[in-house]
């Protein structure tokens, strides 16, 4: 006696399977135990604020990584403010700022950058000095990190904000 026959499929439910089967195991093909290739937030960056003028030191890990931390920026438009970034020379890392209410302030776009940072030792010094804010509000702003550079790296962010004259 001869097996029962399979039952015929379709050219278009053979393809319907086909693309369940693949969208199913997309996000699956990284192996365990392998970093995810994008940016990724270290956890132990997004605890309470930082205090005005006081260094944040971020230890950020081999490979493209991000981190963030909080920091509370008085009346932007009695201030003006001051970032400092001290960097590895190797590391290139890009910094901005988000405010509560999501408007994205640029710092600066690479510590590689001659203009505003200056090279020292081993050492990159970045000083970038900001005027008032007139359409800025007050209130909890985030200050992002986000390193492109292979190797590891310690950044030292501090954010200074000062009564205007």
């Known amino acids: 006696m001869s097996p029962p026959a399979a039952p015929r499929q379709t050219p278009a439910a053979t393809w319907l399977v086909v693309g369940l ?13 392998t970093p995810p290739s994008t940016p990724t ?3 132990a960056t997004t605890a309470r604020p930082q205090p005005n003028g006081v260094a944040r030191r971020l230890r950020l ?5 991000a981190a963030h931390f909080a920091i509370r920026a008085p009346a ?8 400092r970034i001290l960097a590895p020379r190797h590391a290139d ?3 901005w700022l988000q405010t509560w ?14 203009a505003n940072c200056q090279a020292a030792a081993e050492q990159t010094v970045c000083l970038l000095r ?3 804010l007139e359409a800025q509000r ?26 205007a004259a």
């Open 21 to 33: 089967l693949l969208a199913g195991t997309v996000g699956c093909t990284r192996q365990a135990g």
């Open 41 to 43: 937030t270290p956890p």
């Open 101 to 114: 209410y999501g408007q994205r302030l640029d710092v600066l776009g690479s510590t590689h950058d001659r």
């Open 138 to 163: 007050a209130g909890t702003w985030t200050v992002h990190a986000a390193k492109r550079s292979p190797r590891p790296a310690v950044v030292q962010i501090t954010v200074t904000f000062h009564p």
């Open 61 to 65: 890990r081999a490979g493209p990584v």
């Open 130 to 132: 900001f005027p008032r």
């Open 76 to 83: 932007p438009p009695s201030h003006t403010f001051t970032v």
């Open 93 to 95: 890392v890009a910094v």
